[in-house]
């Protein structure tokens, strides 16, 4: 069964930082791009970062570039999302979410994980 | 534009039919479609030209004309009540586009 688990998300001032991580299981990670996006609370969903399977190419949303940075270990199935200088308006509903190779499709997303931004 | 623009909500009668659309200049290929009841993570019910991941039930389908996708669903039934999303994305990951979300009541 593919799953996609999110953790490291919490409660923390603005202008520090956080790290959430996205631990794969039930398929083979390298063979997939991921993504995070994220969810304001009764929002809509908004793309946050891409990383390409073999961590060739990485992107981001214009509001996050320069103060997120995403990354992945394959041999350890995880993906990850450091996110630095964090703001009030980061906070959301993180997911991370398979995208099939070759398509745009995000065929599977984790649980999601909280961030909260607040002083 | 760069955006998907969806209707904010959409009410349906129980067993009848509803269409919920999504429109924009990424639609002239094919959106694919979420559903998200309250808490849960998304769920791809359509993608692509018309097609459905395993375990999605037949009533729900897909299509588009023009720069308007639409997510069909034949017999809504009391378990679809949810939010539905489109998306776009380009497959290097370069482009990536939601829309804002209908929120479908089953009356």
């Known amino acids: 069964e593919v799953q996609l688990v999110e953790s490291g998300g919490g409660l923390v001032k603005p202008g520090g930082s956080l790290r959430l991580s996205c631990a794969a299981s039930?398929?083979?990670?390298?063979?997939?791009?991921i993504n995070w996006v994220r969810q304001t609370p009764g929002k809509g969903l908004e793309w946050v970062s891409f990383?390409?399977?073999?961590?060739?190419?990485?992107y981001y949303a214009d509001s996050v570039k320069g103060r997120f940075t995403v990354s992945r270990d394959n041999a350890e199935n995880s993906v990850y999302l450091q996110m630095d200088n964090l703001r009030v308006d980061d906070t959301a509903v993180y997911y991370c979410?398979?995208?099939?190779?070759?398509?745009?499709?995000?065929?599977?997303w984790g649980q999601g994980n909280l961030v909260t931004v607040s002083s | 534009s760069s955006e998907l623009t969806q209707d904010p909500a959409v009410s349906v009668a129980l067993g009848q039919t509803v269409r919920i659309t999504c429109q924009g200049d990424?639609?002239?290929?094919?959106v694919n479609w979420y559903q998200q009841k309250p808490g849960q993570a998304p769920l791809l019910v359509i993608y692509?030209?018309?097609n459905r991941p395993s375990g999605i039930p037949d009533r729900f389908s897909g299509s588009n004309s023009g720069n308007t996708g639409s997510l069909t669903i034949t017999g809504a039934q009391a378990e679809d009540e949810a939010d539905y999303f489109c998306?776009?994305?380009?497959?290097?990951?370069?482009?990536?586009?939601f829309g804002g979300g209908t929120k479908l009541t089953v009356l």
């Open positions: 979410a398979r995208q099939q190779y070759g398509s745009g499709i995000f065929d599977y």
């Open positions: 039930g398929f083979i990670l390298r063979s997939y791009p």
């Open positions: 990383i390409s399977s073999t961590s060739t190419y990485t």
């Open positions: 990424s639609v002239r290929s094919y």
């Open positions: 692509g030209k018309n």
């Open positions: 998306n776009f994305a380009d497959s290097n990951g370069r482009y990536v586009v």
